[in-house]
């Protein structure tokens, strides 16, 4: 696997050196379009709906249309805005495992530790595991906030990264808000089906099927000779950073006494509040 990010995990004073890495990839096997005559590949044209003319990148802008206007953004405007290059990745706060809806998970990546010791790693992945907690966390990921959940898979960290609120629709749906009578008998047979499929799930007892046929006929047609040269290139590098070094425990002691100062002063802040309204 290939890094894509490093950083660090921060909680309190704390520091958790780690390279970040894709948990998932998918499988499904790449198709493109070709002229059936002669296998010549069919490419999408960047074509001005407006003069016709083909536009190469250098005169391309990106632009917001609200269904009534257009309004076009320039490299200009887009660089006039705070562009995100932290490499830490905050810990804002610690919430009971089970109150994280699956609905918000996005992407999920594994953490490495990046550092010649991998003590504080260690330690924060069994305090989640004992504390059944997870770590809401804010970050940089190719000049974009993200927010995401840190939590314990195995032995491993892994960041999840969750969809804003605002990116969660309602299911306002008419239908559900009509009365259904459901009787004794009916919800018996109901759980009686669903004790008749229950077993421990093993992800490894389901293949796709599709993909798995779909490799067998491109393999059979390369066998007969049925196919065409082509080539491919790529490559990235991980850039290097020295490891940010603290005692473990001291910065566990001042991240404590640091929090427990916060909150007092936001309790302070808090009854003053209430006594000015009185």
Known sequence: ??????????????????????????????????????????????????????????????????????????DEDLSSL??????EIEVVEFVPSDQLD?????????????STSIKAYVLLRRTLQETDRTAIVQFALRQKSRLAALRVRGDVLMLQTLLWD?????????????KVRISSKEKQMSAALVESFSTDFDPGNFTDEYQTQLRTLIDAKIDRG?????????????????????????????????????????KKASGSSKQKGA
């Open 166 to 178: 605002d990116e969660i629709r309602e299911a306002a749906f008419p239908a559900l808000e009509e």
């Open 102 to 114: 699956p609905i918000m998970l996005d992407r999920s990546y594994y953490l490495e530790p990046d």
């Open 226 to 266: 049925d196919s065409l040269d082509t080539e491919e290139t790529f490559g990235a590098g991980d850039e290097e950073d020295d490891d940010n070094v603290l005692d473990l425990m001291e910065a566990l002691r001042r991240s404590v006494e640091q929090n427990r100062q916060k909150k007092a002063g936001a």
């Open 1 to 74: 696997m290939r890094a894509i990010w490093k950083g660090a995990v921060a909680f309190g004073l704390v520091n958790v050196p780690v390279k970040v890495y894709s948990a998932t990839e998918d499988h499904d096997i790449g198709l493109h379009q070709v002229h059936d005559r002669d296998g010549g590949r069919i490419r999408y044209q960047r074509r001005c709906e407006i003069c016709g003319e083909i536009v190469d990148f250098e005169h391309i802008d990106k632009a917001y249309d609200d269904g009534e206007r257009t309004v076009v953004l320039t």
């Open 82 to 87: 705070p562009v995100e290059r932290s490499h």
